[in-house]
């Protein structure tokens, strides 16, 4: 009769750990997947904005490349048009980022980076642990007790 009962447990105790391990894992790709999709929706924010900026620079363009060219065409000295240059160069730049293929050159050189330049990213003092982060919570409260803040 013990026999049955502790083999029982056994099997019961196993079936639990194998469901908490099937719910932690479920639990992991669900904070991935919204991690992800998080990270997408930044993205796509800042493309947007990117693609504002650059009507807006476009406008500015526009604008200061006519005024400049009057300017030239008026008097004939050639330093009206030098700053078409730089702003030539910027306007392209954030066409691209915009519109571009910009995004995957960049993406492109962040996974080389991660997979030939790993030693690049590592973190100072390495990745923090749940004692240091203890310690930090710590200390804040220590400060705060000595000192504190004026109401």
């Known amino acids: ?33 919204l991690q992800y999709q998080i990270q997408e929706r930044q993205m796509a924010m800042q493309i947007a904005k990117n693609r504002d900026l650059c009507f807006w620079l476009t406008a500015f363009y526009v604008t200061a490349t006519t005024g400049l060219y009057t300017g030239f065409r008026r008097t004939k ?55 240091s982060v203890d310690l930090g919570r710590l200390d804040e409260e220590e400060k705060k007790r000595i000192h504190p803040p004026l109401l």
């Open 1 to 33: 009769m013990g026999n049955f009962i502790s083999t029982n447990m056994e099997e019961n105790f196993k079936k639990n750990q194998e469901f908490i391990q099937s719910i932690n894992k479920i639990k992991m790709e669900r904070q991935i997947q």
């Open 77 to 131: 000295r050639v330093y009206f048009l030098v700053p078409m240059v730089p702003l030539t160069f910027i306007t392209l730049y954030h066409w691209d980022l915009a519109y571009g293929n910009k995004i995957h050159r960049i993406r492109m050189e962040a996974e080389h980076i991660m997979t030939h330049e790993a030693d690049r990213l590592e973190w100072p003092c390495g990745l923090p642990s749940p004692s």
